[in-house]
Structures are given as structure tokens and as C-alpha cells.
């Protein structure tokens, strides 16, 4: 059973930094695409930024120029680097991986960013 868990989300001040961190167990193939999304209260899940294990990405136009995502293809882990964190940047994180047809996902971790 494929398991992804999210780690370093937290409260941090608006212009802060944190990094997210995905460990993945259960899987014996590389994902072809890891990524994050995020939820904020009242709002649909976005995608926030992916990686295809070819090494391209995509991230959304709001994030770019802040954040990073980097992913380690024999560990099957991706994380994600937050800079200049803004407080619209709050939401709940989550962790996703795919392999056509599949697609999973981790509970989400809380990053809250103060004004």
C-alpha cells in the first residue's frame, strides 16, 4: 500500500521561509510525477508546483520566483521550499504522486502565514 506523508508546515511570518518535506513507502517504481497542491479555507485544491521524474516542472503563476520543488527519484520523496511566504500563501499542503491510472495522496500538512 502506496503511503505519503507530509512533514513542515507550521506558523511563520509573512516574508518567511519553510520547506515541506513528502516521504513516500509502499511503491517499488519511481512516480512519474510528484508534486503539491494546496487548499485554502473556502477554496478548491490548486496545483502548487510538479515534477515529472524527467526533471521538468510546473509551478503555479502565484508561487513562482518563491518556491522550489526538488524530488529525490530513488527515495521517491519531493519537497517543496517556500520563500517570501505570503499570507494568501495559507493552506493546507498536500503531497501527491501519480502513476497513470494512479494517484496518490497524503493527509496535508497546515502552513499558516501572519501578517
Known amino acids: 500500500q502506496v503511503q505519503l506523508v507530509e512533514s513542515g508546515g507550521g506558523l511563520v511570518q509573512a516574508g518567511g521561509s519553510l520547506r515541506l518535506s513528502c516521504a513516500t513507502s509502499g511503491s517499488r517504481f519511481i512516480f512519474n510525477t510528484m508534486g503539491w497542491y494546496r487548499q485554502a479555507p473556502g477554496k478548491q485544491r490548486e496545483l502548487v508546483a510538479d515534477?515529472?521524474?524527467?526533471?521538468?516542472?510546473n509551478y503555479a503563476d502565484s508561487v513562482k520566483g518563491r518556491f522550489t520543488i526538488a524530488r529525490d527519484n530513488a527515495k521517491n520523496t519531493v519537497d517543496l521550499q517556500m520563500n517570501s511566504l505570503k499570507p494568501e500563501d495559507t493552506a493546507v499542503y498536500y503531497c501527491?504522486?501519480?502513476?497513470?491510472?494512479?494517484?496518490?495522496w497524503g493527509e496535508g500538512t497546515l502552513v499558516t502565514v501572519s501578517s
Open positions: 501527491n504522486a501519480k502513476i497513470p491510472p494512479l494517484d496518490y
Open positions: 515534477m515529472s521524474s524527467d526533471g521538468s516542472t
